[in-house]
């Protein structure tokens, strides 16, 4: 598009208007990283909590937790600098990045009336983390993400209901079916770390 | 009948469209996608967003990244109404 005032016709405007809403689409830079990297971690911590519990003996092993908080530390640093590089937001775009933003305040808001040590945790955490994940399988339009809240759901039944072994790997499979398997499939879709739904 | 409602020639501009195409479909967009999608020269680009930022029709803000300024543009309410109103002159005219 080099001359500057070039007039068109009707159909050219047509044209130009949808030659560019086509090439916007919604693009999530950083999702498969921040999937894998909550997805291990969420993993480690809950099956290392539910082994110190179970065949260690240890009452205090929820203290694995802990490790969440440098994680958000690395996720928040590694996000707002990526961020920062980016050439476009989309609608899309905010509503995804906002929506776990919005998690991340609820969980904070709920770990500080709700201390870890006061009992499982997990059914609660699947019912609000299947949510941004629900959201974000919507928004990229990808299945596989959708599914895994759909898991997430599903498994915050199991923790309830289940018994205490049952309710203690409620966690860890939540996270290889919704964090770790969508994922991979994310990152082996999208190039270079991002993926470009409808 | 009724009497074709006139372009506004501010839109009626090849790349001076494309750039609020673009922004109409997104929160912000950075300079240097706005030149990816269009292909637009540098130059051009620059003078063409000026004179849709000076008519109201865009807003232009300014932010350092890590070690260069990243100029990000978004549509004001003026330049969507404005664009609105331009699709559906082009509706008339085109009789769609």
Redo the contacts between chains.
């Keep these: 598009?080099?001359?500057?005032?070039?007039?068109?016709t009707?159909?050219?405007?047509?044209s130009?208007?949808t030659?560019?809403?086509n090439?916007?689409r919604v693009s999530v830079t950083q999702s498969s990283f921040h999937l894998l990297f909550w997805g291990w971690l969420i993993f480690v911590c809950s099956l290392s909590e539910f082994i110190l519990w179970k065949f260690v003996g240890w009452t205090n092993s929820w203290y694995v937790w802990f490790f969440v908080i440098p994680g958000t530390v690395v996720s928040l640093i590694y996000g707002f600098?990526r961020g920062?590089?980016?050439?476009?937001?989309?609608?899309g775009?905010?509503i995804y990045v906002w929506t776990w933003i919005a998690f991340l305040f609820a969980s904070i808001v709920f770990f500080i009336v709700y201390p870890l040590e006061t009992g499982s945790v997990a059914k609660y955490m699947l019912l609000m983390a299947a949510i941004p994940l629900f959201i974000s399988g919507v928004i990229l339009k990808f299945r596989p993400l959708m599914w895994g809240a759909g898991a997430f759901w599903f498994l915050a039944l199991v923790a309830h209901f289940g018994g205490e072994t049952v309710s203690g790997l409620a966690m860890p499979v939540a996270m290889i079916v919704g964090y770790l398997i969508p994922g991979y499939l994310l990152r082996k879709r999208g190039s270079h770390d991002t993926f470009q739904g409808a | 009948m009724t009497p074709f409602r006139e372009?506004d020639p501010l839109l009626?501009?090849?790349?001076r469209?494309?750039i609020m195409?673009?922004l109409?479909?997104?929160?912000?967009?950075?300079f240097?996608?706005l030149r990816?999608?269009?292909?637009?020269?540098a130059g051009?680009l620059s003078?063409?967003i000026g004179k849709l930022k000076d008519a109201g029709y865009i807003s232009v803000s300014k932010?350092f990244?890590?070690s260069y300024p990243?100029t990000m543009c978004s549509i004001t309410d003026l330049g969507r109404k404005k664009f609105a109103e331009y699709?559906a002159a082009?509706g008339d005219?085109?009789k769609i």
């Design positions: 598009m080099e001359n500057e005032e070039k007039m068109m009707g159909e050219e405007s047509l130009v208007i030659e560019m809403i090439k916007t600098t920062k590089k980016e050439k476009v937001f989309t609608y775009t905010s | 372009l009626h501009s090849q790349l469209l494309a195409s673009v109409i479909s997104v929160d912000s967009a950075g240097s996608y990816e999608k269009t292909e637009a020269t051009n003078v063409q932010s990244g890590e990243q699709v082009l005219y085109l």
